[in-house]
T-cell receptor, first 114, second 114 residues
Framework: GAVVSQHPSRVICKSGTSVKIECRSL??????MFWYRQFPKQSLMLMAT?????????EQGVEKDKFLINHASLTLSTLTVTSAHPEDSSFYIC??????????FGPGTRLTVL | AQTVTQSQPEMSVQEAETVTLSCTYD???????LFWYKQPPSRQMILVIR??????QNATENRFSVNFQKAAKSFSLKISDSQLGDAAMYFC???????????FGKGTTLSVSS
């Protein structure tokens, strides 16, 4: 399978600051990557689809100005949480979609906003 | 709209025994993919097994097998010879097209006792 890395694995920030999360595909070209959010003991909820070289597609209810996605290369997608607030605290997971159907997931980033 | 339903929030099994996790889905598509993912306490999402809808044969991966009933839109996961390491949250997932986002069920937490 594919290997997907995420950085950082954990981040704590103050309310009002911005946080950038990187998602890298280490062995496949990633024209499309996905960003999910997961609250404790809940399922993964799709936030947005990251498209290499074009704008991301956001799910209904996700603020695109708050969750900025950049996919400037075939191996890297970034999610920036702008002006973070405590309610943004969550577990963020990226994934790589392959032509075979399945997705391979990064290890996730735990964001805590104080 | 496509939906995935896991009706068992929690399941338990003893080591070496067999357990079956249930999943139903709703779609109007004739071709699609179904998956079971495992999320252990580390929260890394791990692909357990995949099934293409056009294949009548049930997928099998070592101790893991599925019972795919296309007409009933049912996709259950059977874990044989359960091991302590199988303890995790299990998610059933669907996508209608390779490279598109997954739709997840709410998950089933599996505990394994010795």
């Amino acid at each position: 399978g594919a290997v997907v890395s995420q950085h950082p694995s954990r981040v704590i920030c103050k309310s009002g600051t911005s946080v950038k999360i990187e998602c890298r595909s280490l062995d496949f070209q990633a024209t499309t990557m996905f960003w999910y959010r997961q609250f404790p003991k809940q399922s993964l909820m799709l936030m947005a689809t990251s498209n290499e070289g074009s704008k991301a597609t956001y799910e209904q209810g996700v603020e695109k100005d708050k969750f900025l996605i950049n996919h400037a290369s075939l191996t890297l997608s970034t999610l920036t949480v702008t002006s973070a607030h405590p309610e943004d605290s969550s577990f963020y997971i990226c994934s790589l979609g392959l032509p075979f159907g399945e997705q391979f997931f990064g290890p996730g980033t735990r964001l805590t906003v104080l | 709209a496509q939906t995935v339903t896991q009706s068992q929030p929690e399941m338990s099994v003893q080591e070496a025994e067999t357990v079956t996790l249930s999943c139903t889905y709703d779609t109007s598509e004739s071709d699609y993919y179904l998956f079971w993912y495992k999320q252990p306490p580390s929260r890394q999402m791990i692909l357990v097994i995949r099934q293409e809808a056009y294949k009548q044969q049930n997928a099998t991966e070592n101790r893991f097998s599925v019972n795919f009933q296309k007409a009933a839109k049912s996709f259950s996961l059977k874990i044989s010879d359960s091991q302590l390491g199988d303890a995790a949250m299990y998610f059933c997932a669907y996508t209608y097209q390779a490279g598109t986002a997954l739709i997840f069920g709410k998950g089933t937490t599996l505990s394994v006792s010795s």
